[in-house]
């Protein structure tokens, strides 16, 4: 079986998703890129995630044709392939249409920084896209949608900010790996339940101040990051 550990780090990423609450029945996908083969490993289209197993994982190539596989890879594989092509550092890709999450995507409204939770893990406010133009829409709509996300970060850094949500649609987000992009989508729920709360019990509250959002960004992802126990080796 081609790219078997992929295969099975995808499957388990994407069972992390229903483990922690964040998809109803089969929505929502998970990838993940082996670079050195340029091959992708996704969730096929429509499957149940109770039924899932390895060998149901599709391989792709970059132009998303099918290497290996009998099942029909995730419709929102150009997406994926947009973000692999234009974001060089991530290795896994994670989209759900959470609650919250999907609700500040509807509402076409950015997630700011209230506080050091979100400080912990998006360096900035989580943006939301332009919506996509009736032509975007028409024509090869998934691999559109992956484009305006890299447009919205011609000016973001994609590691500082592994989240965006897609106006009207969800949100996406990404890591070093699967596990990772999944990890970062379970995180994205979280602080945008708390800041949906933070504006019902506060609608003028302010975005976290620069020093703190820095101090707690940077003590995990700095130079002279201190947060956590160092690997030995």
């Keep these: 079986m081609l790219l078997k550990t992929l295969r099975e780090e995808v499957l388990e990423a994407n069972l992390e998703l229903v483990r922690r609450g964040l998809v109803l029945y089969t929505f929502g996908n998970v990838s993940g890129i082996s670079r050195q083969d340029a091959l992708v490993a996704i969730k096929p289209s429509g499957v149940p995630y109770e039924e899932l197993k390895p060998e149901h994982i599709v391989i792709s190539d970059l132009e998303g044709r099918t290497v290996e596989g009998t099942l029909r890879p995730s419709s ?15 290795g896994g890709v994670a989209h759900t249409h959470s609650e919250f999450a999907t609700a500040w ?5 950015p997630i700011p920084c209230f506080g050091t939770t979100h ?9 939301v896209t332009p919506e996509l133009t009736p032509e975007e829409i028409s024509a090869a709509y998934e691999k559109n949608t992956g484009v305006v ?5 011609a ?7 592994p989240g965006v949500l897609v106006a ?3 949100p996406f987000c990404w890591g070093k790996n699967a596990a990772e992009a999944s990890h970062h989508a379970v995180v994205l729920e979280y602080v945008a339940r708390m800041a949906y709360y933070t504006v019902g019990i506060r609608p003028e509250a302010k975005p976290l101040a620069q020093e703190l959002h820095d101090k707690h960004f940077l003590r995990k992802h700095g130079s002279n990051a201190y947060y956590g126990q160092v690997n030995k080796k």
């Design 76 to 90: 929102d594989l150009p997406t994926h392939l947009e973000l692999y092509k234009h974001f060089p550092n991530i």
């Design 149 to 153: 996300i890299c447009r919205t970060f």
């Design 105 to 109: 995507a509807q509402a076409r409204k």
């Design 119 to 127: 400080a912990d893990y998006f360096y900035g406010s989580v943006p």
């Design 155 to 161: 000016q973001i850094d994609p590691d500082a900010v």
């Design 168 to 170: 009207n649609h969800a």
